[in-house]
């Protein structure tokens, strides 16, 4: 039986069951989205909910970066705003290691704001859905490590000198200072788009005219690259988390230690040849079959949607939390 006949023979006899995780996943990542950018409920309903100020900043990396409600930023920012001051995040790191061992990327797959915007671009009906070329993907997925190098680079003489050498840290601090006041600032599609942008068009609804757009020239260039991403996830699921996203490289690291696994029985996989769907529906592009029975995490990428789950017809996919 071919693979299509097969898959259509398994949303058949699944009809009302197939579709449950992604269901469950999207109106997670709508309640999300929501809460996460509680400015809309403000502007929607015209209320004051300032009060949720000191929650955000309890747990920052739940806030959108300098949202001006919140007055907060990423686990990721924090951590390095704490170079920049000198210290070392060993509390931070630690929260992040935690949630990372616990709860692998279930943040990427189910919570982050802009990984549902991508999906729901990616959720628009086009002909022609597409993948990168396995062999260009792999370069590509490089990509994301390049800010945060480069953040680092610039930030450690800042966390050397802060006790060493006072007077080079305050010269060199003002040196650098757009990036030691926003580390991730213009690599960080998020802060793009819940903070710079509405902060921008507000000028530009206030002022009556377009010159607010075009004032600084690499925000412009962003404009495009940022649009560019967020119209590509269309043909391309999760551009920006796969190749992009300063966050998404960090979590990489962490995420193929947790005890929060996916597994792949091999009693019940019936393997490529004959199969092959749940690598079909991957929007990271990992290769499932490629990768140990016991535990598969593609390196680090996988960002727990559980699609790979959902679509297998054999339920030869497992949750496990070894
Ligand atoms: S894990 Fe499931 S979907 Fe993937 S190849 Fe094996 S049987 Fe098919
Ligand atoms: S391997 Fe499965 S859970 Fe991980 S990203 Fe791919 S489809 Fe989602």
């Known amino acids: ?33 929501v809460i996460l950018n509680y400015v809309i409920l403000e502007l929607i309903f015209s209320v004051n909910l300032l009060v949720l100020d000191g929650l955000f900043k309890v747990v920052p990396f739940l806030s959108s970066p300098n949202n001006h409600l919140t007055g907060g ?138 010159e607010p757009l075009f004032e600084n020239g690499i925000l412009f260039v962003l404009y495009i690259v940022y649009l560019a991403i967020i119209i590509g996830s269309v043909w391309y699921p999760r551009l920006y988390c796969k190749y992009f996203c300063p966050v998404g490289a960090i979590f990489s690291m962490g995420s193929k230690y947790s005890f929060l696994k996916l597994s792949r029985s091999p009693v019940k996989c019936v393997g490529r040849t004959e199969c092959g769907i749940c690598e079909n529906a991957c ?9 140990p029975y016991e535990f598969y995490s593609g390196n680090g990428e996988c960002n727990f949607c559980l699609k790979c789950k959902e679509v297998c017809p054999y339920g030869a996919i497992n949750i496990k939390f070894a």
């Open 1 to 33: 039986m071919s693979l299509k006949s097969k898959f259509i023979k398994y949303k058949k006899e699944f009809k009302f069951a197939d579709h449950t995780i992604t269901i469950a996943r999207r109106i997670v990542q709508i309640v999300a989205f």
């Open 283 to 291: 929007p990271k592009q990992i290769k499932i079959l490629d990768e």
């Open 73 to 210: 930023a990423g686990i990721v920012e924090y951590i390095y705003y704490s170079f920049v001051e000198g210290v070392f995040p060993v509390f931070l790191i630690g929260i992040l290691i935690l949630i990372l061992l616990l709860t692998n990327r279930f943040f990427c797959g189910w919570i982050c704001p802009v990984g549902a915007i991508q999906d729901a671009c990616h959720a628009i009906p086009t002909k022609n859905k597409k993948s990168i070329k396995q062999t260009t993907h792999k370069k590509l997925l490089k990509l994301k490590f390049v800010p945060v190098i480069l953040v680092l680079c610039v930030l450690i003489p800042l966390f050397v000198s802060k006790t060493l050498d006072p007077e080079f840290y305050t010269n060199y601090k003002q040196s650098v200072i757009s990036i030691a006041q926003n580390p991730l600032g213009y690599f960080s599609l998020s802060e793009f788009l819940f903070y710079t942008m509405p902060n921008i068009f507000g000028q530009v609804f206030t002022s009556g005219n377009l």
